[in-house]
């Protein structure tokens, strides 16, 4: 898949609550694909490791939605790590998988009507992530935006509150059993 078409659908998954590993999944989705227009909090599950709920939600954009679910259980302590996203465009798929290390992309081939695509699993193309190097990013970048030799434009107070904002109105959602809608910079 060269370049991306338009998001049709995506899916994510996340564990250990919704202000605890949930802000980096909605930091995440809301940079990959911008704020969410509305949202909807179908479901929460008391995470005993943090002692908070993880909440299950869907974010609405103009064109295409994203629900986000976890593998957490009041059952049981501790599941398993996962941070995982799987995004449908129009031309192809993107997914990160294995806790956000690696990278899977497939494009469209032709099936056996006329018109009709399927993903293309026999040429799927893989790779890591700059997870690993990620620290080393951080202390760099704010080496740089204090030595002045960079502006600070990821993770400003802004782009901060406006996640703020979708946890807030996640929680609402699920409080009030309905959808809620975002207004970019509503928090100013």
């Given at each position: 898949?060269?370049?991306?078409?338009?998001?049709?659908?995506?899916?994510?998954?996340?564990?250990?609550?919704?202000?605890?590993?949930?802000?980096?999944?909605?930091?995440?989705?809301?940079?990959?694909?911008?704020?969410?227009?509305?949202?909807?909090?179908?479901?929460?599950?008391?995470?005993?490791?943090?002692?908070?709920?993880?909440?299950?939600?869907?974010?609405?954009?103009?064109w295409f939605n994203l629900a986000v679910k976890t593998v957490d259980s009041s059952l049981?302590?501790?599941?398993?790590?996962?941070?995982?996203?799987?995004?449908?465009?129009?031309?192809?798929?993107?997914?990160?998988?294995?806790?956000?290390?690696?990278?899977?992309?497939?494009?469209?081939?032709?099936?056996?009507?006329?018109?009709?695509?399927?993903?293309?699993?026999?040429?799927?193309?893989s790779g890591t992530t700059q997870f690993a190097l990620s620290m080393l990013k951080a202390?760099?970048?704010?080496?740089?935006?204090?030595?002045?030799?960079?502006?600070?434009?990821?993770?400003?107070?802004?782009?901060?509150?406006?996640?703020?904002?979708?946890?807030?109105?996640?929680?609402?959602?699920?409080?009030?059993?309905?959808?809620?809608?975002?207004?970019?910079?509503?928090?100013?």
């Open positions: 898949m060269k370049e991306p078409g338009s998001i049709l659908a995506g899916n994510a998954y996340y564990i250990k609550g919704l202000s605890h590993v949930g802000i980096t999944m909605i930091d995440t989705l809301a940079s990959i694909c911008g704020y969410p227009k509305e949202v909807l909090a179908f479901n929460r599950v008391w995470n005993r490791e943090v002692d908070e709920y993880t909440y299950e939600f869907i974010m609405f954009y103009d049981h302590r501790y599941n398993y790590h996962i941070f995982e996203i799987d995004l449908m465009f129009s031309n192809g798929r993107f997914t990160i998988n294995d806790n956000s290390r690696n990278i899977e992309t497939r494009g469209l081939r032709g099936y056996a009507y006329p018109g009709v695509n399927v993903l293309d699993d026999k040429n799927r193309e202390v760099e970048y704010i080496y740089q935006i204090t030595t002045g030799q960079l502006d600070h434009t990821v993770n400003t107070p802004e782009f901060s509150c406006n996640n703020a904002l979708i946890i807030d109105k996640i929680v609402n959602s699920f409080d009030k059993k309905e959808k809620v809608a975002i207004r970019e910079n509503e928090w100013m």
